[in-house]
C-alpha cells in the first residue's frame, strides 16, 4: 500500500497512484497557526523580495524524462485534480494574467510544464488527475512519467497541492501527500474556490483539513478570485523554493 511507503523503500508504484488511501491515514496533530513557517527550515538570512515570482516565466514543457532540465537548482511541483483550479492559482500567485493556461476544458496541462522564477528556480506545473480525453496508452503514459519525476528529481524540493475547498482529501490528493512524506519534502496544500464558502465554512474545512493533516502539510484557504490567501501563499512558496523559513 502508498501509506506504507514513508516507513519502507520509499518506493510508489506508478500503478497504485491511484489505489484508495484510508482515511485518517495522514499523521495528525493540533491545528495550526494561520500562515505558518515549514519546520526545520533554517531563518533567511535577508527578507524576502517584494514580489519574488514577479519575473516567473515559461521555460519548456516535458514529455520525456530525457527532455528534463538538468537536475539541479530547486524545484516545486505543483499538482491537483484537473477542475481544482490549479492554473489560476498559479496565475494569481505569479500575478502573471496567463502564465499558465486556463480552460473551461479540465486537463489541459498535459505535459510537464517548466516556469524559471529565477536562476536555478523553477516551478513545474503537473498534468491534472482526470485529464482530458485523450486515448488510455497516454495517461499510462502520463502515471508513469509523473511517478518517476516525483520518486527521482534530486531537484524537486516541495509540492504544492491543490484542492478544491468544497471537496478536500480524496483519493488523488491523499497520494500526493504520501509522494510528500516517502521522500520527507515539506508541502504547501492550498483550498481553493474558498469564496465559493461562506466564512464559517471556510474555517470548518480549514480545521478539518488541518488537524487531519498536522505537521504533514502547510494549509491555506485561498481564492484567485478574492485574492483570499495569495500573499500568503506567495510567501510560502517562496520558502519552498529558497529553502529558509520568512524572517
Known amino acids: 500500500m502508498i501509506g506504507s511507503a514513508a516507513h519502507g523503500t520509499g518506493r510508489i508504484r506508478a500503478a497504485e497512484l491511484f489505489q484508495p488511501v484510508p482515511a485518517g491515514s495522514m ?37 520525456h524524462l530525457r527532455d528534463l532540465p538538468p537536475d539541479c537548482g530547486r524545484e516545486v511541483a505543483i499538482a491537483g485534480r484537473s477542475n481544482a483550479g490549479k492554473s489560476s492559482a498559479i496565475n494569481a500567485i505569479c500575478r502573471r494574467r496567463s502564465l499558465a493556461r486556463t480552460s473551461r476544458t479540465p486537463g489541459r496541462t498535459q505535459q510537464l510544464v517548466y516556469f524559471r522564477v529565477a536562476e536555478d528556480r523553477y516551478l513545474v506545473d503537473l498534468p491534472g488527475y482526470g485529464y ?21 528529481r534530486q531537484a524537486l524540493a516541495g509540492l504544492v497541492l491543490v484542492m ?27 483550498l481553493t474556490k474558498a469564496d465559493k464558502l461562506g466564512h464559517g465554512q471556510q474555517q470548518q474545512v480549514l480545521r478539518q483539513v488541518r488537524a487531519e493533516l498536522g505537521e504533514a502539510a502547510v494549509v491555506l484557504p485561498f481564492s484567485a478570485v478574492s485574492s483570499l490567501g495569495v500573499e500568503a501563499a506567495r510567501t510560502q512558496l517562496w520558502q519552498l523554493l529558497e529553502g529558509t523559513a520568512a524572517p
Request: glycine share 2%; charged share 25%; proline share 12%.
Open 27 to 63: 499523521k495528525s496533530g493540533p491545528d495550526r497557526r494561520a500562515v505558518p513557517s515549514f519546520p526545520g527550515f533554517p531563518a533567511a538570512s535577508c527578507p524576502m523580495p517584494t514580489d519574488p515570482l514577479a519575473a516567473t516565466e515559461y521555460l519548456k514543457s516535458v514529455h
Open 164 to 190: 478544491d475547498a468544497r471537496h478536500p482529501l480524496r483519493e488523488f490528493d491523499r497520494h500526493m501527500l504520501e509522494y510528500a512524506q516517502a521522500r520527507a519534502l515539506p508541502c504547501l496544500v492550498l
Open 132 to 152: 482530458a480525453k485523450v486515448p488510455e496508452a497516454l495517461r499510462a503514459h502520463w502515471r508513469v512519467l509523473i511517478d518517476r519525476y516525483l520518486q527521482s
